[in-house]
T-cell receptor
């Protein structure tokens, strides 16, 4: 059972376009992380958000944590070919289970065409 | 610092063979994890070790065993490989800061079971 659902699963856009990726759950998480994974490599952490309603910016990437801590979004402005990769959201420390490990979404595969 | 290292990078096994995947981290992290990644499934947790001397099952532990050899090393063993275990295996480590487990991943082991 996937506790974190990401949408869309695949996205192919032209360089310069904007896009938003969503990560949704029915569970409350104490924190939400976003990772990017390039082919043949392990995921690399981009950002962690911990407060409901929190917004963090990383250059052209904007991350938001939902008020209820159940969902998150990643917005990329003026996408570049270097943004191509698999984007994974991961929820930490579910409050109802006390689990001390992350729960990963199934990922959004982004292709930015030059 | 090498971060998280994994060996081997690639492996082909016949059904029924056994093997051990090795993982080491040099960041002095307490927690270590093993995940498998299959197309469209994101990362699924196999086992984790919150600290030296402890291990816990994740979502998909059947067919695997782990050993936390010391603080640096966490190995994953397949006793009798099956084709369903064909996957990419990632090791990760983290240190909890305020209850947040930001994870650092190794480059992965690509395993094929025929």
């Amino acid at each position: 059972t996937q506790l974190l659902k990401q949408s869309p699963q695949f996205l192919s856009i032209q360089e310069g376009e904007n896009l938003t990726v969503y990560c949704n759950s029915s569970s409350v998480f104490s924190s939400l992380q976003w990772y990017r994974q390039e082919p043949g490599e392990g995921p690399v952490l981009l950002v962690t958000v911990v407060t409901g309603g929190e917004v963090k910016k990383l250059k052209r990437l904007t991350f938001q944590f939902g008020d209820a801590r159940k969902d998150s979004s990643l917005h990329i402005t003026a996408a570049q070919p270097g943004d191509t990769g698999l984007y994974l959201c991961a929820g930490g420390g579910q409050w109802d289970t006390g689990r001390r490990a992350l729960t990963f979404g199934s990922g959004t595969r982004l292709q930015v065409q030059p | 610092n090498a971060g998280v290292t994994q060996t081997p990078k690639f492996q082909v096994l016949k059904t029924g063979q056994s093997m051990t995947l090795q993982c080491a981290q040099d960041m002095n992290h307490n927690s270590m994890y093993w995940y498998r990644q299959d197309p469209g499934m994101g990362l699924r947790l196999i086992y984790y070790s919150a600290s030296e001397g402890t291990t816990d099952k994740g979502e998909v532990p059947n067919g695997y065993n782990v050993s936390r050899l010391n603080k640096r090393e966490f190995s994953l063993r397949l006793e009798s490989a099956a084709p369903s275990q064909t996957s990419v295996y990632f090791c990760a480590s983290s240190e909890a800061a305020g209850g947040i487990y930001e994870q650092y991943f190794g480059p992965g082991t690509r395993l094929t079971v025929t």
